[in-house]
């Protein structure tokens, strides 16, 4: 029975290095410090961003509605703000939440809409409302569009 329980104890032992590794202080924390390689471990970005879409199909104010309507039962969105004359719709992300540019197209695709460029910005709602007013640019790098591929030529 002994040499079973031992068995069973170094086998635990030697399936969980991780925890064996990780000395524990008398509060039952971890003492292990911080290496390099913990450095290069990229972290989550939970900045909220606003998202800048050009989207197909915007006319009147029931399009509108509808798009902020969708938006809203996400529950990932502070703020969204959508401009008839340019055709782009403006979403602010809820701090710690994150929608991906597939997630943003298929909300606008439920609407009935077709997302062309996505960009993300810094931008509030409330500097974009500015920007729009004053005819001033909303985004200064280039867009986020889907990768087209391309026939590649094997030399021989």
């Given at each position: 029975?002994?040499?079973?329980?031992?068995?069973?104890?170094?086998?635990?032992?030697?399936?969980?290095?991780?925890?064996?590794?990780?000395?524990?202080?008398?509060?039952?924390?971890?003492?292990?410090?911080?290496?390099?390689?913990?450095a290069?471990?990229?972290?989550?970005?939970?900045?909220?961003?606003?998202?800048?879409?050009?989207?197909?199909?915007?006319?009147?104010?029931?399009?509108?509605?509808?798009?902020?309507?969708?938006?809203?039962?996400?529950?990932?969105?502070?703020?969204?703000?959508?401009?008839?004359?340019?055709?782009?719709?403006?979403?602010?992300?809820?701090?710690?939440?994150?929608?991906?540019?597939?997630?943003?197209?298929e909300?606008?695709?439920?609407?009935?809409?077709?997302?062309?460029?996505?960009?993300?910005?810094?931008?509030?709602?409330?500097?974009?409302?500015?920007r729009?007013?004053?005819?001033?640019?909303?985004?200064?790098?280039?867009?986020?569009?889907?990768?087209?591929?391309?026939?590649?030529?094997?030399?021989?």
């Amino acid at each position: 029975m002994k040499k079973q329980a031992l068995t069973s104890l170094l086998a635990l032992a030697l399936a969980l290095p991780s925890i064996a590794a990780t000395p524990k202080s008398a509060t039952g924390t971890s003492t292990r410090k911080a290496t390099a390689a913990d450095a290069k471990k990229p972290t989550p970005d939970t900045t909220p961003h606003t998202i800048i879409a050009d989207v197909d199909g915007i006319v009147c104010a029931f399009c509108v509605q509808g798009i902020q309507k969708i938006f809203q039962k996400k529950g990932k969105t502070e703020e969204v703000l959508i401009s008839l004359e340019l055709k782009k719709v403006f979403v602010k992300e809820k701090t710690g939440q994150s929608i991906t540019d597939d997630e943003f197209r298929e909300t606008i695709r439920q609407a009935g809409f077709k997302t062309q460029a996505i960009t993300r910005s810094p931008l509030s709602i409330a500097e974009a409302k500015t920007r729009l007013t004053n005819k001033e640019p909303l985004v200064t790098t280039a867009p986020r569009t889907k990768p087209v591929q391309t026939a590649q030529t094997v030399s021989r």
